[in-house]
C-alpha cells in the first residue's frame, strides 16, 4: 500500500504548494507585462522561471499519480502460447490497465520505427498534467514460424509493444495455474547499490520519494533486476528537481 503524501508545516501537499508557486510567478509576470517599461531580458527569466514551476508540478502530479496507481496493477495472467513458453498478451495487458489509467489521468501511445531488418518500438507514458515518460525497444523482425516480411515486423511490432507497456508500468505477469501466489525466490540489490538509490533519492521531489517508500519500503529491499531501471528513472527525476533549488 503506498504511503500517502504528508503536508508540509503548513498543512500543504508538494503538490499543493507547487502550485501556490507557479500561480504567484504568473502574477508577477502579469504585473510586468503590463508596465511599458519592463526590461525585455527580466520578462524572458520570468518565463524561464515559470516554465520550471511548471514542469516541476508536472512531475510530481505524475510520480504521485504512479504512485498511486501502482497498488492497483494487478499481475496480468500469461495466457499466450509461443515457441518459448506461455506469455501475456497484448490485449489481455491493454485490457486489464487502460481502466485503471485513465482513473489516474495516464495514457500510452507508441512510436513504430522500422529499419532494415529491425523495428524499433517506443512506449510513451503521458499524464493529464502533462508530464511524460518514454522507454524503447529495438528488435529483429521475427521470421520464426516461416512468417512473411509483414507478419514478422507485425509480430516484433506486438512483441515490443508488450515489454515497453510491462516496462512504463512495472507490470508483473504469472502463470495462469498459480494463482500469484507461487513463492519465488527474490535476489536484492548488493548494499553499494542500495546507497545509489539513497543517494539519488536524497535529490528528489517528495512525490518521488513518497512513490519509492510505498512500492519498495527501503533501499535494501528493491530486487536486482529492477535496479538499472530504477537507477535510470531516478537520476531523470533527481537532476532537474535539484538544478531548480
Not at 213 to 238: E, H, I, T
Request: a neutral charge.
Amino acid at each position: 500500500m503506498a504511503t500517502p503524501i504528508k503536508p508540509n508545516a503548513h498543512g500543504q501537499t508538494p503538490v499543493a504548494q507547487s502550485d501556490q508557486d507557479s500561480t504567484a510567478i504568473i502574477q508577477v509576470i502579469e504585473r510586468a507585462a503590463l508596465n511599458p517599461d519592463v526590461d525585455i531580458d527580466k520578462m524572458e527569466r520570468l518565463l524561464q522561471m515559470q516554465e520550471r514551476v511548471l514542469d516541476r508540478q508536472a512531475l510530481m502530479a505524475y510520480s504521485a499519480a504512479m504512485a498511486a496507481m501502482q497498488t492497483e496493477l494487478p499481475s496480468i495472467a500469461e495466457r499466450g502460447q509461443g515457441n518459448n513458453g506461455h506469455y501475456a498478451t497484448l490485449e489481455d495487458i491493454v485490457d486489464t490497465v487502460r481502466p485503471i489509467m485513465q482513473k489516474h489521468g495516464f495514457a500510452v501511445s507508441f512510436r513504430i520505427q522500422t529499419q532494415e531488418r529491425a523495428i524499433q518500438v517506443t512506449g510513451v507514458l503521458m499524464h493529464q498534467d502533462g508530464h511524460r515518460e518514454e522507454t524503447s525497444m529495438l528488435l529483429p523482425a521475427d521470421v520464426s514460424g516461416n512468417k512473411n516480411a509483414v507478419q514478422a515486423f507485425g509480430s516484433s511490432t506486438s512483441y515490443g509493444k508488450r515489454y515497453v507497456l510491462c516496462a512504463l508500468l512495472n507490470i508483473t505477469t504469472r502463470g495462469q495455474d498459480d494463482n500469484g501466489h507461487a513463492a519465488v525466490s527474490v535476489t536484492r540489490v548488493t548494499a553499494f547499490q542500495a546507497s545509489q538509490i539513497r543517494q539519488l533519492m536524497g535529490a528528489c521531489p517528495t512525490a518521488t520519494q513518497e512513490w519509492f517508500v510505498g512500492k519498495y519500503g527501503d533501499a535494501k529491499q528493491v530486487p536486482r533486476s529492477d535496479f538499472d531501471k530504477l537507477r535510470a528513472s531516478l537520476q531523470k527525476r533527481a537532476q532537474p528537481y535539484s538544478q531548480s533549488h
